[in-house]
């Protein structure tokens, strides 16, 4: 699976961006879809996932309520909706895809990263 992520960039506190990424190749379609991010010399976390026909998602709890992800099965896209940005959520966020990625929060396939900074 290759992925190929755009949005990102500089927004106040309270702001709102969109990230969005599409998946391509073989397994793209099945595969389960979502975000990760990763300050400066901390570990990736998760943000975000939704399965492979949009049934489920799951989000960490840091983004519950103010985050959405969504997915659109033509184009095989998946896209972060972020509203009401806090500088904390100031990061590198990567779109990611596998079969374990929903539930166990591990993805086997990464996008390249994509800068979301939010001043306070």
């Known amino acids: 699976v290759q992925l190929q992520a755009s949005g990102g960039g500089l927004v106040q506190a309270g702001g709102s961006l969109r990230l969005s990424c599409t998946a391509s190749g073989r397994g793209a379609s099945t595969s389960s879809l979502g975000w990760f991010r990763q300050a400066p010399g901390k570990k990736r976390e998760f943000v975000a996932g939704i399965n492979w026909d949009s049934t489920s998602t799951n989000y960490a709890d840091s983004v519950k309520g103010r985050f959405i992800i969504s997915r659109d099965k033509a184009t095989n896209t998946v896209d972060l909706q972020m509203n009401s940005l806090k500088p904390e959520d100031t990061d590198r966020y990567y779109c990611?895809?596998?079969?374990?990625?929903?539930?166990?929060?591990?993805?086997?396939?990464w996008g390249q990263g994509t800068l979301v900074t939010v001043s306070s």
């Open positions: 990611a895809a596998g079969g374990a990625l929903l539930y166990s929060r591990r993805a086997q396939y």
